[in-house]
């Protein structure tokens, strides 16, 4: 096992274990070192709580758009109150990342949508309240 640094060798060994390594996702690679060890972290469900202007929503544009690789023909999608707020929010974040590693996509800016050639697709929408997210569910 090797331990790298700023993370505990429990998440190294779990790096280790999923086969993600340092220098392996230049996408993962350039985030923050906090950001980074959150979004590796092989945990199913995580919670994500921060001041303002501390970088949550740029990793998690990053986040999202790293997927396309590993997931061909799934969908991945951010969900927050209304469709406003995920344009305002993320879909700026998603756009620069895509121009930042020159990643090719199509977009579609009615739907909210990234496809990437593989079928990956990233998809942002807004649920107002239980009912509506069980709608989002079901697709």
């Given at each position: ?31 923050h070192s906090k950001q980074r060890a ?61 121009r930042q590693f020159k990643l090719k ?35």
């Open positions: 096992m090797v331990v790298r640094r700023g993370v505990g060798p429990w998440l190294s060994y779990a790096l280790e274990a999923a086969g993600a390594s340092e220098g392996s996702n230049p996408i993962l690679d350039a985030m959150f979004f590796r972290h092989p945990a199913k469900a995580k919670a994500l709580l921060g001041g303002r202007q501390g970088g949550k929503t740029r990793g998690i544009g990053m986040w999202l758009i790293e997927c396309w690789r590993k997931y061909p023909g799934r969908s991945s999608a951010y969900i927050t109150k209304t469709a406003t707020a995920a344009v305002r929010r993320v879909w700026p974040q998603l756009l620069a990342v895509l996509a199509k977009l579609n800016h009615s739907d909210l949508t990234i496809t990437f050639e593989n079928g990956y697709r990233i998809w942002c929408t807004g649920c107002k309240d239980k009912s509506e997210a069980d709608k989002v569910r079901g697709e």
